[in-house]
């Protein structure tokens, strides 16, 4: 019989939507706000993978992935996932119309997996309290981060998977440290 033990620490990554880059700096100081520095930007993109946000959004949406500096704990990601959902109300869109002006999608990267939050449950979602559920969106194995048959198609990108093998990189040296401290 296996004893339960505390799962290690990882890094907090956000992916950020709004209608323009202005709109993404406010995301990213409301979090950096509630969760510490944001110590990994990756590039802003157009996000035209989907139309699933358009009507509560607004058209040409633009988005950027995030990692920030502190570790967190792997079983506070539905609190975060709850947190980000209600820092996204208190951001009215940029054009004035009624909708939402943000979408902020948390997650987190460790040694082995990208993993994320949602409040929608699918056959792969597991269940993790608080009305949310999680997804291991990429899986790390032989050097890279690989796609499952429902990762979505902005996490897939040559750009998205370059920074989250950096993320992942910072990650590790950041763990690695913290335990030779411990030592």
């Keep these: 019989m296996g004893t339960p033990g505390h799962p290690e620490p990882a890094k907090l990554l956000c992916a950020v939507m709004g209608q323009c880059e202005s709109m993404l700096a406010q995301g990213r100081g409301l979090l950096a706000e509630r969760y510490g520095p944001v ?21 040409g949406l633009s988005k950027q992935f995030l990692g920030f500096e502190p570790l967190v704990e792997p079983g506070n990601l ?6 980000c959902n209600d820092l996204e109300t208190g951001v009215p869109r940029s ?19 990208l ?4 409040t929608k449950n699918y056959s792969h979602r597991i269940y993790i309290g608080k009305g949310i559920h999680a997804e291991v969106t990429l899986l790390y194995h032989r050097g890279a981060f690989a796609p499952l048959p ?18 992942r990189e910072v990650f590790l040296g950041q763990r690695n440290r913290s335990q030779n401290r411990a030592e």
């Design 39 to 59: 110590e990994l930007e990756g590039p802003v993109f157009d996000f035209s993978f989907s139309s699933y946000y358009e009507r509560e959004m607004g058209a």
């Design 78 to 83: 539905a609190e975060i996932k709850r947190t």
């Design 150 to 167: 429902w990762t979505y198609r902005d996490y897939r990108t040559e750009e998205a998977l370059a920074f989250f093998t950096r993320v």
């Design 95 to 113: 054009d004035g119309k009624p909708g939402r002006g943000l979408n902020i999608d948390p997650g987190y990267i460790n040694g082995a997996q």
């Design 115 to 118: 993993v994320l939050a949602t």
